[in-house]
């Protein structure tokens, strides 16, 4: 399913993501030998609650699912890119939706610090008047 027909179904993203989301926090917690109670533990919260995680249930809070990525140390890529896609009215190629996005989301950061930097670099360059550094002609001007 695109990103636009989610959209156009179900009222946004949110859908599709958690349920993107969801299946990526369960592959982590498995590859990581951690049964849904141990996860549910370490993060405080119910296993009845993180099975609902894991299933994409649609209430599920994203704040949980960066939650449970955090915990269990994966890219928040799955979460965060579609959003951006989104949020500029731009459909998500889901090409991009696949493995490990740690690299993707470090080259976004480079982007937006990058850019930042050039703007700050500009706001704090003296402009200097240079004009009295100028010779005088001979004749006054």
Same mark, same amino acid.
């Given at each position: 399913?695109?990103?636009?027909?989610?959209?156009?179904? $179900?009222?946004?993203?949110?859908?599709?993501?958690?349920?993107?989301?969801?299946?990526?926090?369960?592959?982590? =917690?498995?590859?990581?030998?951690?049964?849904?109670?141990?996860?549910?533990?370490?993060?405080?919260?119910?296993?009845? @609650?993180?099975?609902?995680?894991?299933?994409?249930?649609?209430?599920?809070?994203?704040?949980?699912?960066?939650?449970? $990525?955090? =915990?269990?140390?994966?890219?928040?890529?799955?979460?965060?890119?579609?959003?951006?896609?989104?949020?500029?009215?731009?459909?998500?190629?889901?090409?991009?939706?696949?493995?490990?996005? =740690?690299?993707?989301?470090?080259?976004?950061?480079?982007?937006? $610090?990058?850019?930042?930097?050039?703007?700050?670099?500009? $706001?704090?360059?003296?402009? @200097?008047?240079?004009?009295?550094?100028?010779?005088? =002609?001979?004749?006054?001007?």
């Amino acid at each position: 399913m695109s990103l636009d027909c989610a959209a156009s179904v $179900a009222g946004g993203p949110l859908p599709y993501i958690k349920e993107q989301s969801g299946r990526r926090i369960e592959e982590a =917690r498995k590859r990581n030998g951690l049964t849904q109670r141990e996860l549910a533990d370490a993060l405080g919260m119910g296993i009845r @609650w993180l099975r609902e995680i894991e299933s994409g249930n649609p209430r599920a809070r994203l704040d949980d699912h960066l939650l449970c $990525a955090y =915990r269990l140390e994966i890219s928040t890529g799955h979460i965060l890119i579609p959003l951006m896609f989104f949020a500029q009215k731009m459909s998500f190629p889901h090409q991009l939706g696949g493995g490990d996005l =740690r690299e993707m989301e470090r080259l976004c950061i480079e982007v937006v $610090a990058e850019r930042h930097l050039e703007q700050m670099t500009s $706001a704090l360059t003296p402009r @200097w008047n240079v004009s009295y550094l100028r010779p005088r =002609r001979l004749d006054g001007s």
